[in-house]
Nanobody, 119 residues
Framework: QVQLVESGGGLVQAGGSLRLSCAAS????????MGWYRQAPGKQRDLVAS???????NYADSVKGRFTIFRDNAKNTMYLQMNSLKPEDTAVYYC?????????????WGQGTQVTVSS
């Protein structure tokens, strides 16, 4: 079992920045991949960015060049640096961890943190 706790959300004006954190209860070096998702009211939950255990990253087109995902293995924490925020970035942001043990894939989610960008 992996517990994930997000923090860092809040209210910011358009053009501003926020950094989200996702603290894991276990060594993230044992986690195959981690990612950030977001869900706006009335919409589905979509991938924002992901990072593998080797450090490979992937971004949604809508955030490329503005958001950066990175991880600090020593702190068992993953981050999402969000710059040049837009009102359409407003959503609840969730942290996800995926762990593969043999033939079984385990997926864990945090409770979410609200990000609101005002115009």
């Amino acid at each position: 079992q992996v517990q994930l706790v997000e923090s860092g959300g809040g209210l910011v004006q358009a053009g501003g920045s926020l950094r989200l954190s996702c603290a894991a209860s276990k060594l993230i070096t044992n986690i195959n991949s981690m990612g950030w998702y977001r869900q706006a009211p009335g919409k589905q939950r979509d991938l924002v960015a992901s990072i593998s255990s080797s450090g490979s990253t992937n971004y949604a087109d809508s955030v490329k060049g503005r958001f950066t995902i990175f991880r600090d293995n020593a702190k068992n924490t993953m981050y999402l640096q969000m710059n040049s925020l837009k009102p359409e970035d407003t959503a609840v942001y969730y942290c996800r961890a995926r762990r593969v043990l043999g033939a079984t894939t385990y997926e864990y989610w945090g409770q979410g943190t609200q990000v609101t960008v005002s115009s």
